[in-house]
């Protein structure tokens, strides 16, 4: 792969190398605890609360979570106590089965997967939904709509050739669509790919990150504008260790008020002995001054475009890490926000995906500096 003018003004920024260029806001977060808790049975295997992948705030202690495994919306109950931000207890409702626009059930053998992200749309009482495939067809993701009464189809958005998400047809296996997030006083959608399409560039090394396309969409999930985004290197994770493979890339996205948006990396490392290491990180992120990378020059592919381009500013907030496996569960792929607290801040939540099963683990996590209280969801 050639080094081409864009690439080179990424290269000057240090962003590759992982140096963040830090937004004027005004944002801290803090730790508060981690909660494991089992939940989500079902005698009938559709319906069990397992690969849970996104998760969106509806208000009260109420949530919404998307499994990556079944065609399933999941009410959640969490209660977090409202002088430290712990998390008391979690408890899911009934599932909701999501249908085509006729209402006839998805298949569970080729439409079950591969939901990633949920956003909420309280004017029309639904919710749009970030997949890596369209329909039974994996060779394009989409972002689809569904009641929350029914769980009927009510728009598909697909990453088809004669879309302006086409690009995002270039993704990686398993490795596109994973993100999805609503302004709520805005009415505007931001998605994201989790690793660097084919078209962009490789993937992260121990001393490279890798670049990710922010796609900002209106309320109607119209396509607007389009920054670059540069994931963390893998050198964090390594110590002393000899990394044998790794992955990093963009696994949720969080819109609050007014043009803050949050983001969340994950990253998993393997070594040569002992289990892979994960890192999640939340950046507050600012557009101002980026390039809009969905203009010609740069829509078909960052690879081969001579244009220089100026990537989205990111500032770490905070950081977690912790081992994979079955017993761990520390795949954090969901990011929520959640109840004001009594000293004014806001929680923010965190699920993991579990892979399979109902051992459920969330994380609690306290959010400083949201002056603007977000218009109230349903």
């Not at 369209?134 to 989409?142: A, H, L, N, V, Y």
């Not at 203009?295 to 912790?322: C, F, H, M, N």
């Amino acid at each position: 792969m050639r080094v081409v003018a864009g690439l080179t003004i990424l290269l000057m920024l240090g962003m590759l190398s992982g140096c963040d260029s830090a937004p004027t806001g005004g944002l801290r977060v803090s730790k508060v605890d981690r909660f494991d808790f089992i939940g989500g049975e079902s005698s009938d295997t559709r319906m069990v609360a397992e690969g849970l992948s996104g998760i969106v705030y509806v208000g009260d202690n109420q949530y919404l979570v998307v499994s990556d495994l079944h065609a399933r919306i999941h009410r959640l109950s969490i209660e977090v106590d409202p002088t430290t931000g712990r998390i008391l207890s979690a408890e899911f409702g009934e599932p909701l089965a999501l249908t085509d626009s006729l209402g006839d059930e998805l298949p569970e053998s080729d439409q079950g997967p591969d939901r990633e992200g949920i956003a909420l749309d309280p004017a029309t009482d639904s919710v749009w939904i970030a997949n890596e495939q369209t329909g039974s067809d994996t060779t394009f993701p989409s972002i689809s709509q569904h009641s929350l009464e029914t769980g009927a189809m009510m728009a598909m958005v697909p990453a088809s050739p004669r879309s302006e998400l086409f690009v995002f047809s270039k993704a990686r296996t398993n490795q596109s669509l994973e993100s999805l997030t609503r302004n709520a006083d805005k009415g505007e959608i931001w998605t994201a790919n989790e690793q660097a399409l084919t078209v962009d560039g490789g993937l992260p090394t121990r001393s490279n990150g890798a670049v990710v396309r922010l796609q900002r969409l209106d309320s109607g999930c119209r396509p607007m504008t389009q920054y670059a985004y540069v994931t963390a290197p893998l050198s964090a994770m390594t110590a002393s260790r000899v990394v044998e493979w790794g992955i990093s890339g963009v696994v949720d996205l969080l819109a609050l008020s007014g043009d803050v948006l949050l983001v969340l990396e994950r990253a998993v490392v393997g070594g040569l002995v002992g289990k892979p290491t994960v890192r999640i990180r939340i950046y507050e992120v600012n557009r101002a001054g980026a390039t809009d990378i969905s203009r010609q020059q740069w829509a078909d592919g960052l690879i081969d475009s001579t244009e220089p381009y100026v990537p989205i500013q990111k500032r770490l907030l905070v950081e977690l890490t912790g081992k994979t496996g079955p017993e761990s569960n520390f795949n954090f792929e969901g990011l929520a926000l959640g109840p004001r607290l009594e000293s004014g801040e806001r929680s923010l939540i965190l699920i993991a995906d579990n892979g399979t099963g109902t051992s459920q683990t969330l994380y609690a996590l306290r959010l400083v500096g949201l002056d603007q209280e977000p218009p109230t969801d349903l």
